[in-house]
């Protein structure tokens, strides 16, 4: 089924909810999105978000058939359990993201790939978990994370660390952020303990084009 919402701007809690046949719908100007507004449209598999301001907790929550989602400028904050169980997704460009809530993404047994941008400022508790993500850079601006925020991600090979924020929580071990890491690089400039790593399992490598290198 295919919905037309083209001169539609906002969009209430559970509005479309276990709408199990919509498989085409045309958000591109929609700027508000309430809770569960898509909850459970299981062949919905493309979104195009590009003038959503605001998104509710579980928008999107277990649209297992959406491939594909974009989002524009203006949209902020992921917020709790949006994409959650979205097993369709494989790739999502965060570029204008500032942060994202608990189980975000969580779930998302097919996300391989995530790329953030500058503006990232905090990833909450399990915001990336049980997802297949291989490789995640963090940027500078990022602020802080929360426990788990990439925990039970056994593919997850290398993490690249600009942040000093996110330095420190890796190093405090006990919030599991990356627990199944490999390989993480520390930019030179951050302040990071040797001794605290070692405690975790990694030793120190080289230095690679401005990066400390730690492996398990």
């Not at 969009?11 to 309430?34: E, H, K, P, Q, R």
């Not at 942040?163 to 990356?178: E, F, P, T």
Request: glycine share 10%; hydrophobic share 40%.
């Amino acid at each position: 089924t295919k919905v037309d919402l083209n001169e539609v701007t906002e969009i209430g809690n559970y509005a479309f909810g276990y709408s199990a046949g919509l498989s085409d719908i045309d958000l591109s100007g929609v700027v508000t999105l309430g809770n569960g507004a898509f909850a459970n449209c299981g062949a919905l598999k493309t979104v195009e978000l590009d003038c959503l301001e605001s998104m509710g907790d579980s928008a999107f929550f277990r649209c297992e058939a959406l491939e594909s989602v974009t989002f524009g400028d203006k949209l902020k904050k992921i917020p709790r359990q949006a994409f959650y169980f979205c097993s369709g997704l494989t790739s999502v460009e965060l570029t204008h993201i500032e942060s994202v809530g608990e189980y975000g993404f969580g779930y998302c047994g097919n996300l391989t790939e995530v790329t953030f941008g500058d503006s990232l400022q905090k990833l909450e508790a399990d915001s990336f978990s049980s997802t297949k993500l291989a490789r995640v850079t963090l940027p500078a601006s990022l602020q802080s994370i929360d426990n788990w925020a990439f925990g039970s991600i056994r593919t997850l090979s290398e993490v690249i660390v600009d942040s000093q924020a996110a330095a420190d929580s890796i190093l405090a071990g006990s919030n599991k952020i990356v627990a199944y890491a490999a390989t993480l690089r520390f930019k030179d400039t951050l302040t990071v303990s040797e001794e605290g790593l070692n405690s975790l399992g990694y030793t120190k490598g080289a230095s690679e084009n401005g990066y400390t290198v730690y492996t398990k």
